[in-house]
């Protein structure tokens, strides 16, 4: 079957159209249920004792203080959980050489990052928990720290887990073609050094989890602010020893994740398994200072790169050397290891060039854990690539528009495999590219910033080039072991009221799950959008399903929708057709209406079809199909990746004197194929603009050399702010998938993937005339002043 989304005048045409979140009314009136709203009958509290050392061994733990706190019920240490929950190490089989020590849900011998868990204070009072661990004495023996990812694999370095042999996790080196022959003979070669901070995604609603296990009927059921409800449900079976099926995942209302709510947590595992130990509900709300300690960190990359290009400005090899800490573990079940591997399969990736070499380098860190974060790997690769393509410009005296238009792979070019041999279906690098500069009016402004920096106004345009890794296959983590879904459900059933409800394995995290869902059921159905009624989140109702991760939630999810709302309106027509004694395809279904395909009359509103069905079966034909339910699973299977791609450009101000960044526009031209709901992909870019723009210009968690984070607050952590955001203007090319009826790939990630790097080449385009030039995110004043010279280096 198919569906001619290009024409706005067919019927129940929701896809492509703006329509209202279903959920909107019920946020904005304060009626969300979030995991700390429940509350439970019995319902304990924990909160748990944290290191305050990077590396240490745990030589005892006196509880008795906290033990006599009034409303403390029990306390439990790393050796006594370990009992109840069996640790996890967390490595890909297609990862090769990938390597991690065993986690425990609570440290049994040594703490290995300031914050991690040492032991558990259970109270009836979340403040009676806290004032029993404030109590707990632990006497540490301080060990040595490894901090400095350049130097955590020498020979004179401490190991962290002695008995991997080192401190490195992975490595991964790729090579296509002759990559020193091609600088050898090229006409100009640049070379640069980057470096990216380590930020977070600081949620609104902080990491949060209620577990409840009930004896009398071995069920345990976890309300959990998770992005992943079927892949915790198979975690938590596993290592608590339960069938999968006595383990329910609950998850309604999620105040963002962005990545950060995809991954196991220690203390989350131990919750739970708290809670099977004593056989009542127990709770854990991270704050924010937990958070900021125990929130997976990102980002932490350092990178040498040089491009090879030739008299034409024709990029002839790249060649990359990316160093990346992670902290003392990898993480459970996702890797550590997957950004820097996504950083190798990134790089250049806009572009047309035959000779490619890159390498990663994982390393061991006494550092907070990081993973995989909201674009994983798709800032760091943009901002080196970019900021390459923008030095090369420089250097041959071209404008960086035209060196991009000279480069980027040619729309007609596809299917292509690029250097790194990423298979791409479909992109629309050139086109893209052209809508951003005529949205920009960029040779206007080229004429006001050269007016303006002959009045001593340093203003910069920076443009970005990106490509989108979504909707992927069981290529990325399902060959690898790891039990993580590639595939996604949806069941829509029609009630006898002739509306319709649809469960989705697929879960809203506040991007606008619902919406989409809905829209696309409605038309597929036949029904008014507001008679769709949209469930996620629950493992014991929804299809199995990988969740919301790596922008797939439109194009696997919204796939399942639309496939087995058709079968629904199958369903119903053949019932239909018996009733109106006529063939169920010279019928359609319209607005909650059987209609005459043909002439388009109304024959028999879905009510009483339902009417029928529900309660008068006895007067159909004997043997007639009669289920108004239908559930269907779509999965990729063509590529491993529906790769997007769009092109960003930065507008801003740089005080020379003080350092400060005034940002005054950013466009983005995104294709993400079919677009099911305009307002929604523009607010996700916008969104993701933002939260680029933390990691280019704010936001970063600071160390000392003893593995202490310095800013873990909202006082000294800096994210960005409505005030200090520019205006964005969005707009869109569709190159739709074929790999699906519906032809959506993704947009969560893609305003975060380009936005640094176009920061970047603009601050860097402000201070060409100065010979300054800055590499290492966030971009703060102090590192601008230093690339001005006019103070040491920051």
């Known amino acids: 079957m198919s569906i001619d989304f290009g024409n706005p005048d067919r019927p129940n045409s929701y896809i492509g159209r703006t329509v209202p979140r279903p959920n909107a009314r019920r946020l904005v009136e304060g009626r969300g249920r979030y995991v700390d709203d429940i509350v439970l009958p019995r319902m304990l509290h924990v909160a748990f004792v944290r290191s305050p050392h990077a590396h240490a061994r745990i030589l005892s733990i006196d509880t008795e203080a906290a033990r006599a706190v009034p409303g403390v019920r029990r306390i439990f240490t790393g050796a006594e959980l370990a009992a109840h929950c069996t640790p996890w190490v967390a490595v890909l089989a297609h990862l090769k050489g990938l390597k991690s020590a065993p986690q425990h849900a609570i440290a049994v011998d040594r703490a290995t990052w300031t914050g991690e868990a040492v032991a558990a204070v259970v109270a009836d009072s979340r403040a009676a928990a806290e004032d029993g661990a404030a109590l707990v004495e632990v006497g540490y023996e301080p060990l040595a720290v490894v901090t400095d990812m350049r130097t955590a694999l020498d020979p004179d370095t401490p190991l962290i887990h002695p008995e991997l042999g080192d401190n490195l996790t992975f490595r991964r080196l790729h090579e296509q073609g002759d990559v020193e022959a091609a600088f050898a003979g090229a006409h100009k070669v640049v070379s640069a050094s980057f470096k990216t901070g380590r930020h977070t995604g600081v949620c609104v609603e902080p990491r949060s989890i209620l577990a409840d296990y009930n004896r009398a009927e071995d069920q345990l059921t976890v309300y959990h602010s998770t992005q992943a409800p079927h892949m915790m449900q198979t975690v938590i079976a596993k290592h608590l020893d339960l069938p999968e099926g006595r383990v329910r995942v609950v998850c309604g209302d999620v105040g963002g994740s962005y990545g950060i709510k995809v991954h196991v947590y220690p203390d989350e595992m131990a919750t739970v398994a708290i809670s099977k130990v004593m056989g009542r509900p127990v709770k854990f709300i991270a704050d924010r200072l937990e958070s900021f300690a125990t929130d997976i960190h990102a980002r932490d990359h350092e990178i040498d790169g040089r491009i090879a290009v030739d008299a ?19 993480v459970y079940p996702r890797t550590s290891a997957i950004e820097g591997n996504q950083v190798v399969n990134l790089c250049g990736g806009p572009y047309h060039f035959a000779h490619y070499r890159a390498r990663t380098t994982v390393v061991l860190q006494n550092k907070t854990p990081t993973c995989q974060y909201r674009a994983v790997g798709h800032p760091i690769a943009a901002a080196v690539t970019e900021g390459l393509v923008d030095f090369a410009a420089e250097a041959l005296g071209l404008d960086p528009a035209e060196m991009r238009r000279r480069n980027l792979i040619a729309d007609d070019a596809y299917p292509y495999t690029s250097p790194a041999n990423m298979r791409f279906e479909g992109l629309s690098h050139q086109a893209s590219l052209a809508k951003l500069l005529e949205m920009m009016d960029y040779d206007g402004l080229r004429a006001e910033q050269a007016r303006l920096r002959a009045q001593g106004i340093h203003r910069g345009i920076g443009l970005a080039s990106f490509i989108e890794l979504t909707n992927p296959s069981p290529f990325m983590y399902g060959i690898g072991g790891a039990r993580i879904s590639a595939q996604d459900g949806c069941t ?11 469960l989705s394995g697929v879960t809203e995290q506040g991007q606008g799950t619902e919406a989409m869902l809905a829209q696309v059921v409605a038309e597929a159905v036949g029904v008014p959008v507001t008679r769709v009624r949209v469930i996620t989140g629950d493992t014991q109702v929804t299809p199995y399903g990988g969740g919301t991760w790596a922008s797939r939630g439109a194009g696997i999810g919204g796939e399942a929708a639309l496939q087995a709302g058709l079968a629904l309106k199958d369903s119903i027509l053949t019932v ?27 024959r028999m509103p879905l009510e009483e079809l339902g009417r029928i069905v529900y309660f008068r079966g006895d007067t159909l034909p004997k043997g007639l199909p009669r289920e108004l339910v239908q559930t269907r699973h ?21 005080d020379v004197e003080t350092g400060f960044v005034r940002l005054l526009k950013h466009w983005c031209v995104e294709d993400c194929g079919r677009v099911i709901n305009p307002q929604l992909v523009d607010e996700q870019i916008r969104g993701g603009i933002v939260q680029g723009l933390g990691g280019a210009l704010y936001e970063e968690c600071l160390y000392d050399a003893d593995g202490q984070l310095l800013n873990a ?36 990630e893609a305003g975060t993937a380009g936005a640094p790097a176009a920061v970047m080449n603009a601050i860097n385009d ?17 590192r601008i002043l230093a690339a001005l010279g006019v103070v040491g280096k920051a």
Do not use: W
């Open 766 to 782: 402000a201070l060409r005339p100065f010979g300054g030039r800055v590499t290492e995110m966030p971009f703060t004043p102090a």
């Open 312 to 330: 034409d400005g024709r990029i002839l090899a790249i060649d990359i050397d990316d160093y990346t800490g992670i902290g003392p573990y990898s």
């Open 713 to 748: 607050n909202m006082a000294d952590y800096l994210v960005p702010m409505a005030a200090e955001m520019p205006d964005m203007a969005i707009g869109h090319i569709e190159t739709p998938t074929r790999e699906s009826l519906l032809g959506a790939k993704g947009a969560g």
């Open 634 to 654: 779509f999965i990729t299977s063509d590529y491993p990746f529906a790769f997007t791609n769009g092109v960003q450009a930065s507008y801003l101000e740089v």
């Open 492 to 502: 829509v059933r029609m009630d006898p009221d002739g509306s319709v409800v649809a």
């Open 576 to 602: 239909a057709g018996a009733m109106l004694q006529c063939p169920p395809d010279s019928l359609d279904v319209v607005e909650g209406t059987v209609i005459d395909r043909a002439g388009g009359e109304a």
